[in-house]
């Protein structure tokens, strides 16, 4: 119990660090919106398209959400290779991201758009608008409003979560982490300053999410 | 002609029908009081004409446009029949003009200005000029309701279909509804109103329909089939509300 900490050590490396939290907080943001956008996709084809198409979304989110991430990210950079897909690790871990992002958002957007009251729809309808107008402009915004912490939260669990594409040597934040380590054996605190990092980007990304709720949904 | 012809329509909810058969001439103006009990099959009827439930056979022509062909175009039959509902169904995320200028500005490309003039206007004729950017979390059931009328206006409809419009009001908020409602029809709109409101029907109605185990049992001048009910079932049910 006598370990003497040693944070200068950590210093020569601050610009591997640095490299590793930009890269873990771009890819939480694309995988973020693109997720987003999937899961939009995905909510308004589930509910509002044709059964057809509802159902390949329902096969592709169920296969998401009952796998490990882990064993996604590698099946699509080890194992599509073998079908002549060959991505970079760090087209794979953005890929991967957005795939289970997108497959979560979807059935988090779908509670959301299947709360809209019905009445709604058929008022909308009522006016001549079509399906889809009346998806865009009534029905989104009201289903968003009401699944805004939901999804906020997935989008924390998806950038800790993110840590994982280390595995494949992307270089985030915990590969540059596990990098350090492997060079200085400085375990403990190179694993404590990460971990500090993330609880704060953990903190950071909810309360900008929270005002940015705020300014969004700001009317009523 | 008929602005809405409806011809032995049936409609079955699974093994459930409740429409048997329902034929009603719609004139230009005409203001029609559907009355009936709860299951009657009124607002199913009234849900067909605008083509927002299906019917099994039969037919309805609404401003020339069969509801149920084959390749009937919803949209262009809507743009003429309007509809207002018992739960006012105002866009929670818009204020009373937004929720107005909506449909002009997607539905008819409307240019912003032009629907908020709309707006303006038929938010006036519903007495709620002042109301303007509220959001319908501000207003009164009275007034909820009164936007949404605006809202069907604001399409310049030829028919419009009114769904129980006062029946999820507080009894000093049906008035104000029903005045509106009164001054459209004074003005020549052609309405067509399911309504527990047996004054209203009496008085401002021109035609009077009590629907009956999903059939037209009893038709006519509203003043005269109240004074004389010929069925008996009309008789009991005018007992039982008047």
Redesign the interface.
Known sequence: MSYKLQFAELLPYWNVLLYGLVFTIVLTIVSTVVGIAVGTAGAAARTFGPGWLGRIVAVYVELIRNTPFIVQLFFIFFGLPALGLKLSETTAAFLAMVINLGAYSTEIIRAGIEAV?K??I?????????KW?VLR??VL??AF?KIYPALSSQIIIVMLGSAVVSQISAEDLTYAANYIASRNFRNFEVYLLVALAYLLLAMLTRSLLRALGRVI?K?? | MSLVSIRDVRKSFGPNEVLKGVSLDIAKGDVVAIIGRSGSGKSTLLRCI?G?ETYQSGSIVADGIEVAGANTN???L??H???V?Q?F???????AAENVM??PT??NKVSKAEARATAAEVLAKVGLSEKMDA?P?ELSGGQQQRV?IA??LA?RPKVLLCDEITSALDPELVNEVLRVVEQLAREGMTLILVTHEMRFARDVGTKLVFMHHGKVHEEGVPKEVFAAPRTPELQQFVGQVG
């Open positions: 009251p009445g709604h058929e008022a909308g309808l009522s006016l001549a608008m079509s107008e402009h009534i915004n009201q409003r949904f009317a009523r | 605008n927002l919803l949209r262009e809507r743009r029949v309007g509809m509902f739960q169904n105002l866009f929670p995320h818009l204020t909506l449909a997607v539905v959001y979390s949404a809202r069907s399409m």
